[in-house]
């Protein structure tokens, strides 16, 4: 599996971006697509995840409910992030979870907001 995530920046607080995340190499035992993120100083954090198949269910963290929307579109996976914040500032990734547990993770991309 090999995911490659684009769409990182800088933008000032209240703009909007949106991240992509192309996957290959995705089997029918891959279970569920989601982003995380790690702000410098601060241990890696989920902010949401959307499953291949059951209808593609999402979850969301606290702090990006309502704000944030993931989707997916055959092998690619979106966050578009509304009203960012600059404690949305991090290296955002994207990850992959086969049925096994077993995590994929893309290199990265770097998301700062501006205050």
């Known amino acids: 599996v090999q995911l490659v995530e684009s769409g990182g920046g800088l933008v000032q607080a209240g703009g909007s971006l949106r991240l992509s995340c192309a996957a290959s190499?995705?089997?029918?035992?891959?279970?569920?697509m989601a982003w995380f993120r790690q702000a410098p100083g601060k241990d890696r954090e989920f902010v949401a995840s959307?499953?291949?198949?059951?209808?593609?269910m999402t979850h969301y963290s606290d702090s990006v409910k309502g704000r944030f929307t993931i989707a997916r579109d055959n092998n690619n996976v979106y966050l578009q992030m509304n009203s960012l914040k600059p404690e949305d500032t991090g290296v955002y990734y994207c990850?992959?979870?086969?049925?096994?547990?077993?995590?994929?993770w893309g290199q990265g991309t770097q998301v700062t907001v501006s205050s």
């Open positions: 990850n992959v979870r086969n049925v096994y547990n077993v995590d994929y």
């Open positions: 190499g995705l089997t029918l035992h891959s279970y569920a």
């Open positions: 959307i499953t291949w198949r059951s209808g593609g």
